[in-house]
């Protein structure tokens, strides 16, 4: 979704055609909110792979670029930085792989500090989105006021 405007295709693309809800609050919100945690986060570069060659320079830069087809998501991405000793050909212990599935963790963020609006999917059916109100209300007493129905309801 971008600042106003709704997309067809970012709700088909991520959100299927089931009820599902999209977060909207700005960039410098979301990027103040996690100041003191372990995460760093950035706009992604649209990059045409098959014109150039990615800069060297800084890790994070494959972790934040994604192909030119995807321009239009004007994406954003917060990421963790593991850092691991590479030996060889062999994976160190305590890196993701599929024999060891990444770790998950929570961070303190509290949806109703930051989110400015809760959007309904417009392919939600009615009995879904009083399910998504009902759920809102009863886990942030109050953040209910900030849901809204997609305008392309």
């Known amino acids: 979704m971008g600042e106003h405007k709704e997309s067809e295709a970012m709700w088909q693309i991520y959100a299927g055609r089931g009820a599902s809800v999209a977060l909207v609050l700005p960039y410098e919100r979301l990027r103040d909110s996690l100041r003191g945690t372990e995460l760093l986060i950035g706009v992604v570069t649209y990059f045409d792979f098959n014109r150039g060659v990615m800069p060297e320079g800084n890790v994070f830069r494959a972790t934040m670029c994604k192909g030119h087809e995807y321009e239009h998501e004007h994406e954003v991405r917060i990421v963790k930085h593991v850092p691991s000793i590479w030996s060889g050909d062999k994976v160190p212990p305590g890196v993701p792989s599929i024999a060891n599935p ?32 009902s759920v809102v209300a009863r886990l942030s007493s109050g953040l209910e006021a900030r849901i809204f129905e997609s305008e392309m309801t």
């Open 102 to 133: 990444p770790r998950i963790f929570t961070i303190p963020w509290v949806i109703a500090d930051h989110v400015e609006r809760i959007v309904i999917s417009p392919s939600a059916a009615r009995w879904q989105a009083d399910a998504i109100r």
